[in-house]
């Protein structure tokens, strides 16, 4: 198996929920998790990071209510 270089991420179960089920809309070859720990941590590939939150932010976006007027 090869080395890859990873990130720690703390997140609460929910937001960690959130990575999961987008890490598994990818490709397989196209994971960013490396390994689900605990309730509140994820090892992700750290290449993928910046990239990894900009999709989160997204994601948490949609799930935002907001009153429109």
Same mark, same amino acid.
Request: hydrophobic letters at 40%; glycine letters at 2%.
């Given at each position: ?11 609460? =179960? ?6 999961? /089920?987008?890490? $598994?809309?990818?490709? &397989?070859? !196209?994971?960013?998790?490396? @390994? ?9 590939? =750290? ?6 939150? /900009?999709?989160? $932010?997204?994601?948490? &976006?949609? !799930?935002?209510?907001?009153? @429109?007027?």
């Amino acid at each position: 198996m090869k080395a890859v270089k990873g990130v720690l991420i703390t997140c609460d =179960a929910a937001v960690k929920q959130i990575l999961l /089920q987008m890490n $598994e809309r990818r490709r &397989e070859d !196209n994971y960013f998790v490396i @390994e689900d720990l605990d309730q509140t941590h994820l090892l992700i590939k =750290a290449d993928e990071e910046e990239g990894m939150r /900009q999709e989160l $932010e997204v994601e948490l &976006e949609k !799930n935002t209510y907001s009153m @429109e007027p």
